[in-house]
């Protein structure tokens, strides 16, 4: 049984930081990748958006624009579990919403082909439970 643990969210001020972790297990995939998408206030579940992907393997990394330069996002395969993090810094209130641990069992050019997007983790992956980050200005 596959499971996405994520972890870490919670209540800061903006230019605060956090870091997120999400361990996963019960799946093996040379070619994968994890991270983070999140959902808005008020947005529905298909609106989530790609924050920051990490793939096994290659170590490729994708990250969205709102984000580049203040998330860095961050892979250890050295258990069998995987985990990944992600070291948010300089937070806006923008970046307010319930964040979601995805595993993509895909290539990142193949997800990039596809879409950073909702639809993709549903079809090609997994979904962990989230984990509220508010941000206040």
């Known amino acids: 049984q596959v499971q996405l643990v994520d972890s870490g969210g919670g209540s800061v001020q903006a230019g605060g930081s956090l870091r997120l972790s999400c361990a996963s297990s019960?799946?093996?995939?040379?070619?994968?990748?994890m991270g983070w998408f999140r959902q808005a206030p008020g947005k529905e579940r298909e609106e989530r958006e790609g924050v920051a992907l990490i793939c096994t393997g290659s170590g490729s990394t994708y990250y969205a624009d709102s984000v580049k330069g203040r998330f860095t996002i961050s892979q250890d395969n050295t258990n069998s579990n995987n985990a990944v993090y992600l070291q948010m810094s300089d937070l806006k209130p923008e970046d307010t919403g319930m964040y979601y641990c995805a595993a993509v069992l895909l290539r990142m050019t193949d997800i990039q082909t596809l879409g950073v997007n909702a639809k993709t983790v549903t079809e090609f992956g997994y979904w962990g439970q989230g984990t509220q980050v508010t941000v206040s200005s």
């Open positions: 019960g799946y093996t995939a040379t070619q994968s990748c």
